[in-house]
């Protein structure tokens, strides 16, 4: 019996145009002389639609007397069952999970004595609020329960499977998996971000670079996804950005080829605060003094939803929300502020994982400037955020990292972290050792006053900050707004 196996590309909620992508692939089957086509599940609606209304009786009549599946429905009654187990993998795609599911896959080859072909679409999706990959990725495993095939990631593949008294033979070239975590994330975002912007119907993207690391990897994902010509970047310092931060914003839009634009924002903010200290509330008596935390908080308003925004209106361009996990996390961010953005493509990584992702960029040769790696993590808002003095963010990496996982991937409870700090095993459990507690966290207390103040800014004020997030690109399986589900009330 020979197959025809289609990893096609699904657009969501679009039918119509599934419903084409189905019928040239019956050509295609068809001109192969193959018994039966097979189809990803969701293949006309995709997965978050799939409630939507199908005219089954289209594709019938033009399959003719050609049998087909779709994974997870038969629709013809075939005995394609007789000779291989035909299934699918996750819905959505998600990193590590792949592993498991060929250990699954394997095992019901074996237990079934038949082989296994595991179908999965390639594309985009999203809950309104994630967005997610539609992976491919399909593959073969024989009776033994080997993977004798696998279609690639991240684009449409077809192959003629024939299987003769068990024995599989395929007539396509089969790709090579991922061996590199870090590299299989990379190419999914990438995907993520052309794939959505097509469908967002927009071609350009303006970011903010500041300098540090998470806008330079930003820039350096947008930029291989629509093309270093369509990704404007924008430096906007003020008196607290240093020549370090500044020269790195420069040195990444020449490393990447992409427009770039020096915008100073310090008179905007003085005239911003001197406006408003001449100003007085009737029946109230607070004086409208600008300083602190809400002057920091100006400053990063200021630039996304004033600067940014402007500029993208003028270039015709979407903004990008520069965030990741970890601040996420713990609302280490300004709403209406640096949380601007028609979507965020680090927020479903910990900051220690965009390390890791810009060592990947540079794997050739340097696009992430070295500076933006080696200065400490600093919004530079302050005098307090001084890099050149060593001054930076007020999280700890990667302890607080590794802390965070826990919390949110393992679902554990702040009791739990407490009882493993008191016990004295929290730091080996998290693979950090006596001597980094000594140096940022000396005492007991102190280490766990830290717990417990981050603890509450992620079930509280971080939480009101993160169900206003751009839609998030989502890896983990454990994503903000997706699987890791959030209200606005929290116990």
């Given at each position: 019996?020979?197959?025809?196996?289609v990893?096609?590309?699904?657009?969501?909620?679009?039918?119509?145009?599934?419903?084409?992508?189905?019928?040239?692939?019956?050509?295609?089957?068809?001109?192969?002389?193959?018994?039966c086509?097979?189809?990803?599940?969701?293949?006309?609606?995709?997965?978050?639609?799939?409630?939507?209304?199908?005219?089954?009786?289209?594709?019938?009549?033009?399959?003719?007397?050609?049998?087909f599946?779709?994974?997870?429905?038969?629709?013809?009654?075939?005995?394609?069952?007789?000779?291989?187990h035909?299934?699918?993998?996750?819905?959505?795609?998600v990193?590590g999970?792949?592993?498991?599911?060929?250990?699954?896959?394997?095992?019901?080859?074996?237990?079934?004595a038949?082989?296994?072909?595991?179908?999965?679409?390639?594309?985009?999706?999203?809950?309104?609020?994630?967005?997610?990959?539609?992976?491919?990725g399909?593959?073969?495993?024989?009776?033994?329960?080997?993977?004798?095939?696998?279609?690639?990631?991240?684009?449409e593949?077809?192959?003629?499977?024939?299987?003769?008294?068990?024995?599989v033979?395929?007539?396509?070239?089969?790709?090579?998996?991922?061996?590199?975590?870090i590299?299989?994330?990379?190419?999914?975002?990438?995907?993520?971000?052309?794939?959505?912007?097509?469908?967002f119907?927009?071609?350009?993207?303006?970011?903010?670079?500041s300098?540090?690391?998470?806008?330079?990897?930003?820039?350096?994902?947008?930029?291989?996804?629509?093309?270093?010509?369509?990704?404007?970047?924008?430096?906007?310092?003020?008196?607290?950005?240093?020549?370090?931060?500044?020269?790195?914003?420069?040195?990444?839009?020449?490393?990447?080829?992409?427009?770039?634009m020096?915008?100073?924002?310090?008179?905007?903010?003085?005239?911003?605060?001197?406006?408003l200290?001449?100003?007085?509330?009737?029946?109230?008596?607070?004086?409208?003094?600008?300083?602190?935390?809400?002057?920091?908080?100006?400053?990063?308003?200021?630039?996304?939803?004033?600067?940014?925004?402007?500029?993208?209106?003028?270039?015709?361009?979407?903004?990008?929300?520069?965030g990741?996990?970890?601040?996420?996390?713990?609302?280490?961010?300004?709403?209406?502020?640096?949380?601007?953005?028609?979507?965020?493509?680090?927020?479903?990584?910990?900051?220690?994982?965009?390390?890791?992702?810009a060592?990947?960029?540079?794997?050739?040769?340097?696009i992430?400037?070295?500076?933006?790696?080696?200065?400490?993590?600093?919004?530079?808002?302050?005098?307090?955020?001084?890099?050149?003095?060593?001054?930076?963010?007020?999280?700890?990496?990667?302890?607080?990292?590794?802390?965070?996982?826990?919390?949110?991937?393992?679902?554990?409870?702040?009791?739990?972290?407490?009882?493993?700090?008191?016990?004295?095993?929290?730091?080996?459990?998290?693979?950090?050792?006596?001597?980094?507690?000594?140096?940022?966290?000396?005492?007991?207390?102190?280490?766990?006053?830290?717990?417990?103040?981050?603890?509450?800014?992620?079930?509280?004020?971080?939480?009101?900050?993160?169900?206003?997030?751009?839609?998030?690109?989502?890896?983990?399986?454990?994503?903000?707004?997706?699987e890791?589900?959030?209200?606005?009330?929290?116990?």
């Amino acid at each position: 019996m020979k197959l025809y196996v289609v990893q096609m590309k699904i657009l969501p909620g679009n039918v119509s145009a599934n419903m084409q992508t189905m019928k040239a692939a019956f050509d295609r089957a068809k001109a192969a002389e193959v018994d039966c086509v097979v189809f990803p599940r969701y293949a006309l609606t995709g997965p978050s639609n799939r409630a939507l209304p199908v005219d089954w009786a289209e594709i019938r009549k033009y399959a003719g007397n050609m049998p087909f599946f779709l994974c997870g429905d038969v629709l013809d009654d075939t005995p394609l069952l007789n000779v291989a187990h035909v299934t699918h993998g996750s819905d959505f795609y998600v990193v590590g999970r792949r592993e498991v599911e060929n250990k699954e896959l394997s095992h019901l080859a074996q237990d079934c004595a038949m082989p296994v072909v595991c179908l999965n679409g390639v594309g985009t999706d999203n809950t309104g609020k994630n967005i997610y990959a539609l992976s491919g990725g399909s593959r073969v495993f024989d009776c033994d329960g080997k993977i004798v095939f696998e279609m690639p990631l991240f684009s449409e593949a077809e192959a003629v499977i024939e299987f003769v008294d068990g024995q599989v033979q395929v007539y396509a070239e089969s790709s090579k998996p991922y061996t590199n975590e870090i590299a299989e994330i990379h190419d999914a975002l990438v995907f993520m971000i052309r794939e959505n912007l097509k469908m967002f119907h927009i071609s350009r993207m303006v970011i903010g670079a500041s300098g540090g690391i998470d806008s330079a990897v930003s820039a350096a994902l947008y930029a291989e996804a629509i093309g270093p010509e369509n990704v404007y970047l924008v430096n906007m310092p003020t008196r607290f950005n240093s020549d370090t931060t500044k020269n790195a914003a420069r040195d990444l839009a020449e490393n990447l080829g992409t427009p770039y634009m020096v915008a100073p924002i310090s008179d905007i903010i003085e005239s911003v605060c001197h406006t408003l200290e001449r100003c007085s509330f009737v029946r109230n008596d607070t004086v409208m003094k600008i300083a602190g935390i809400n002057h920091e908080n100006l400053q990063a308003r200021t630039r996304s939803a004033s600067i940014l925004s402007t500029v993208a209106s003028v270039v015709g361009a979407g903004v990008t929300c520069n965030g990741n996990k970890s601040e996420a996390m713990v609302g280490y961010c300004t709403l209406y502020g640096d949380t601007c953005g028609v979507m965020c493509a680090l927020g479903d990584l910990w900051k220690t994982q965009v390390y890791e992702l810009a060592r990947y960029i540079n794997r050739d040769k340097e696009i992430i400037p070295k500076a933006s790696i080696d200065i400490p993590a600093s919004a530079e808002l302050s005098d307090a955020m001084n890099v050149d003095e060593g001054k930076g963010d007020p999280i700890l990496y990667p302890y607080h990292d590794k802390l965070f996982a826990m919390w949110v991937e393992k679902c554990v409870s702040l009791e739990f972290t407490e009882k493993l700090l008191l016990e004295g095993t929290l730091g080996e459990m998290l693979g950090v050792d006596a001597a980094y507690f000594k140096a940022h966290l000396p005492t007991t207390e102190a280490a766990l006053e830290d717990m417990r103040f981050w603890y509450r800014r992620f079930k509280g004020l971080a939480l009101a900050k993160r169900i206003q997030f751009p839609p998030i690109l989502s890896v983990s399986g454990h994503a903000f707004g997706g699987e890791y589900r959030e209200s606005q009330i929290s116990g």
